[in-house]
């Protein structure tokens, strides 16, 4: 387990959870939070998944309403420049990337989980891109992520509106993955099948994706390379030798 002042990462054989620790501040995002989220990925890399968490039952308020009310026009900006950059390294993070999201997911919070390739969620939480009910909107790409998740019409009706879903509105939207009554344990026990996957594959699967509409030229390139690969050879065999 490695602590950090504002998040913990709990590392397992092949995946890691990353919880955010401001319990007494919804999990808000500061400057520092954000710096150490990306400090915990550059740590983490080679793992088949993580777990993104809050602590308290509480996934995450948004960025830091404090640090942003002090902030003049330059200041504003890079606090937009530094959370892009760390929602960008999340979503491009070799692995899969899960949000646990328990409690609530507001403004930042939301554009974080919307960053992660999968979301679950139960049907007490609530989610929302709240930005615009405070004079401000989402500034991490969220709109973008959204819109590409649940489609532009979604997006502008709730970045535009500030409105809150609970998780299964927001799953008829597109917003959540999966429900479950259990968000963590229901991670914990996706990021353990998927850890327990070939990680060549995954990688390869979640870099196509990542890429829709991909080149069926490089999508063929990359079969060839995932099916000689030694985890596809010994799985092959061991199938063929059971039947």
């Avoid at 960008?88 to 993070?93: F, Q, R």
């Avoid at 973008?144 to 879903?165: E, F, H, N």
Wanted: glycine residues 10%.
């Amino acid at each position: 387990m490695m602590a950090l002042p504002f998040i913990s990462v709990d590392k397992k054989e092949k995946y890691a959870v990353v919880t955010i620790n401001r319990p007494e501040k919804k999990n808000a995002l500061s400057i520092d939070v954000l710096m150490e989220i990306e400090d915990a990925l550059k740590s983490l890399a080679g793992m088949s998944a993580l777990v993104f968490r809050g602590s308290g039952g509480f996934f995450s308020a948004g960025g830091d309403l404090a640090v942003m009310y002090s902030a003049d026009r330059d200041q504003g900006r890079e606090f937009s420049r530094i959370g892009n950059r760390v929602m960008d390294l999340v979503e491009n993070y070799e692995g899969v990337t899960i949000a646990s999201v328990e409690g609530g997911a507001y403004g930042g919070g939301l554009e974080l989980a919307l960053s992660c390739d999968i979301r679950i969620a139960s049907d007490r939480t609530k989610l929302g891109l709240t930005e615009v009910n405070l004079g401000l909107f989402p500034g991490w790409g969220g709109m973008k992520r959204l819109s590409k998740i649940a489609g532009p019409a979604t997006a502008k009706y709730l970045a535009l509106t500030g409105s809150v879903l609970n998780g299964s509105d927001a799953m008829r939207l597109g917003l959540v993955t999966m429900l479950c009554d259990d968000p963590n344990g229901c991670a914990m026990q996706l990021a353990e099948s998927i850890s327990s996957k070939s990680i060549v594959s995954v990688r390869a699967i979640k870099h196509l994706l990542s890429r829709e509409p991909y080149d069926s030229t490089e999508e063929s390139r990359m079969f060839g390379d995932v099916l000689s690969s030694d985890q596809a050879r010994e799985a092959l065999a061991k199938f063929l030798k059971l039947k």
